[in-house]
C-alpha cells in the first residue's frame, strides 16, 4: 500500500456535467500530479501541483483544472464532460517538486470514470 | 509520438518462457522506472535505474538503461502467471514525468 487514496473509486457521469475527483497524498509528500489513463495504454501527463501551485501542464483543455490544499491533498476539477473523458485518472504523489534523479512517485489506485 | 515507445504492445506467452520488454526514447533520461500496473490498480514501481549501462536484477527481472540512457529493457526469466500486467517504463527529462505506451503481458499457465 502507498498511502496515496484516492476518492471515488468508481464513478459514472453524464455529458456535459461536472466531476470532482480527490486524492490525499503520501505523508511527507508535497508533490501531486494527475494522469488519465485510457484502457491498455499507458497514463498521459494532466498537470502537477507543488506547494499549491501548478508547476507543469500535459495537452489537456483547460477545463481539467485543479487544486492543491495546505495539507498537499489535491483536487482533479473537468467541466464539461465528455464521453472520450472516459478513463482511469491516477494520482501519484511524491516527495519533492519534480521527478528527476532517483525521484520516485507513488501512485493511488484511481478513479475509473465513466461518461455516458 | 509519445515520448517512451514500448515494445512489443501486447505479448502472449507460456508460463516458463523468458520474455523482453523494450523502452526507446530520442530523449536523454537521468533516470528510468518500471512500473507493474494490474487491471484497477495504480501503478506499482519495480526499479529505478540511473546510471548508463546499469544492470539491475528483481529475482526473475532483470532491467537494463542503455549507455546513452535513452533506452531500457525489462527481461523476464521463466515467466509465471503472476507476471501478467501491464509494465510500464516513466521518466523525467524534465520537471514533468511521462510514462511510455505500456506492454500488456499475458502469462498462460
Known amino acids: 500500500e502507498t498511502g496515496v487514496t484516492q476518492s471515488p473509486t468508481h464513478l459514472i457521469k453524464t455529458r456535459g456535467q461536472q466531476v470532482t475527483l480527490r486524492c490525499s497524498s503520501q505523508?511527507?509528500?508535497?508533490?501531486v500530479s494527475w494522469y488519465q489513463q485510457a484502457l491498455g495504454q499507458g497514463p498521459q501527463f494532466i498537470f502537477q501541483y507543488y506547494r499549491e501551485e501548478e508547476n507543469g501542464r500535459g495537452n489537456f483543455p483547460p477545463r481539467f483544472s485543479g487544486l492543491q490544499f495546505p495539507n498537499y491533498s489535491s483536487e482533479l476539477n473537468v467541466n464539461a464532460l465528455e464521453l472520450d473523458d472516459s478513463a482511469l485518472y491516477l494520482c501519484?504523489?511524491?516527495?519533492?517538486?519534480?521527478?528527476?534523479?532517483?525521484?520516485?512517485?507513488?501512485f493511488g489506485q484511481g478513479t475509473r470514470l465513466t461518461v455516458v | 509520438t509519445q515520448l517512451l515507445e514500448q515494445s512489443p504492445q501486447f505479448l502472449s506467452i507460456q508460463e516458463g518462457e523468458n520474455l523482453t520488454v523494450y523502452c526507446n526514447s530520442s530523449s536523454v533520461f537521468s533516470s528510468l522506472q518500471w512500473y507493474r500496473q494490474e487491471p484497477g490498480e495504480g501503478p506499482v514501481l519495480l526499479v529505478t535505474?540511473?546510471?548508463?549501462?546499469e544492470v539491475k536484477k528483481l529475482k526473475r527481472l532483470t532491467f537494463q538503461f542503455g549507455d546513452a540512457r535513452k533506452d531500457s529493457s525489462l527481461h523476464i526469466t521463466a515467466a509465471q502467471p503472476g507476471d501478467t500486467g501491464l509494465y510500464l517504463c516513466a521518466g523525467a527529462p524534465g520537471n514533468q514525468f511521462y510514462f511510455g505506451t505500456g506492454t500488456s503481458l499475458t502469462v498462460i499457465p
Open positions: 535505474v540511473v546510471t548508463g549501462g
Open positions: 501519484a504523489s511524491s516527495p519533492r517538486q519534480g521527478l528527476g534523479l532517483g525521484t520516485e512517485a507513488f
Open positions: 505523508s511527507g509528500h508535497n508533490t
